[in-house]
């Protein structure tokens, strides 16, 4: 036995880089946008979760700069503590209004707030059901809070129905789910979710975090895209999507959001968000409301893709997208790995996702509303020329 107690890590790594599954970091050099800087080279990004292209905003990046000059660069303690502004009300009563919820409390990240919202729903006398496809944050959120955790087939409304008419030993129980899943592109089957929660009285928590400033009419998310504003339910999202900011949030009821003030641990233990990051994101809420037409432009560039991919390419093993995210299926870590290198050296940034983030490696696409209808048609023609390679098929 070797005397080095860290010397696991080292084996580990070498586990890591024989999969396949070794992450390096790619440092961009420019502002975000349709194209980037990287490594000295111009490339076409389409690797963004920047759907509105806001995050390079002037508007968003002036009304950082103010807030900063007025409030200093840090927030320096939590909420309760030292690090409150007015701005952080702002912020959320802007988030509450575009949800059409009661209110709405802003966390650093969205990742905090699934896991300070969700341990503080539900302990070990109670019960969750979640998709298999949810993101990390509600996976380790759901193991945090000590309940019983069912992953149900993703998308199974029947196999989760089972589940519910079996739930009677337990306290209560809440229903989780991304509303558009980040890896896939899809769309959870929300109506038949909200509609299950009232039969059988559990809790429904929905990540908008892909679909805030994306879908309805409003850019209110996957409930306005549903016409089920109003519903009782949990909203989670993101700030730093498509609102190209920074932080998370949770949306509902007075109570639920009051209630969490006093029990989300990863909001009361936690510095407050910055207050640039709190400034660029009412900003962002602003031009969402404000100019529907970006959200517009990004559908069509959308729509765009997937007839260009369908008359161009319709061999290619995408996966079903309701989304600005389109996945190509491959075989291996190594071949997503080779492709995204390939569409690299092209001037295509799109990054290769594998194991053990998703069951079945891929390269993942997502479009923003500042992509070029030129742009769009380079990818599909530097995706024809790399098919055409028989060393390299799809």
């Not at 107690?5 to 502002?31: C, G, M």
């Not at 509450?96 to 709405?104: E, G, S, Y």
């Not at 404000?290 to 432009?297: A, G, S, T």
Request: a negative charge; charged letters at 20%.
């Amino acid at each position: 036995m070797s005397n080095d107690p860290y010397a696991w890590i080292e084996q580990s790594l070498a586990t890591i880089h024989k999969a396949n599954w070794y992450r390096v970091v790619q440092t961009i050099d420019s502002r975000p946008g349709a194209t980037i800087q990287m490594e000295g080279r111009s490339l076409l990004n389409f690797a963004s979760n920047d759907y509105l292209g806001l995050a390079g905003d002037e508007r968003l990046i002036q009304a950082a700069i103010t807030a900063t000059q007025i409030y200093g660069a840090g927030s320096t303690g939590s909420r309760l503590l030292s690090g409150h502004r007015e701005l952080h009300r702002e912020l959320e009563r802007a988030i509450a209004i575009l949800k059409q919820t009661d209110d709405a409390l802003v966390f650093s990240s969205g990742y905090l707030a699934n896991l300070g919202t969700i341990a503080a729903l539900v302990d070990k006398r109670d019960l969750i059901l979640s998709d298999q496809y949810n993101h990390s944050c509600l996976k380790n959120g759901a193991l945090l809070s000590g309940a019983t955790i069912i992953e149900y087939p993703h998308g199974d409304i029947l196999f989760l129905k089972t589940q519910l008419e079996q739930r009677d030993r337990y306290r209560r129980c809440l229903i989780m789910t991304d509303s558009v899943f980040s890896m896939d592109g899809d769309l959870c089957p929300l109506p038949e979710l909200i509609d299950l929660a009232a039969q059988f009285n559990c809790m429904l928590l929905i990540d908008e975090a892909h679909a805030t400033g994306v879908f309805g009419e409003t850019g209110a998310g996957c409930v306005e895209h549903f016409n089920l504003t109003g519903s009782p339910l949990i909203q989670v999202g993101t700030l730093s999507k498509a609102l190209g900011s920074l932080g998370g949030y949770v949306a509902g009821s007075a109570a639920l959001i009051d209630f969490l003030r006093n029990r989300a641990a990863s909001w009361i233990y936690t510095t407050a968000l910055s207050p640039a990051d709190t400034a660029a994101a009412i900003a962002a809420i602003s031009i969402v409301r404000e100019e529907p037409d970006r959200r517009q432009k990004l559908w069509q560039n959308i729509n765009y893709l997937k007839q260009l991919l369908t008359q161009e390419l319709p061999q290619l093993k995408l996966l079903p997208s309701e989304s600005p995210i389109l996945c190509l299926q491959l075989a291996d870590a190594a071949t997503a790995l080779k492709f995204g290198s390939d569409l690299k050296e092209l001037g295509i940034f799109a990054p290769a996702i594998r194991p053990p983030t998703v069951p079945t490696s891929r390269i993942r696409f997502s479009i923003m509303a500042t992509h070029e209808l030129s742009q769009i048609e380079q990818l599909v023609e530097i995706l024809c020329q790399l098919n055409s390679q028989v060393h390299f098929k799809i």
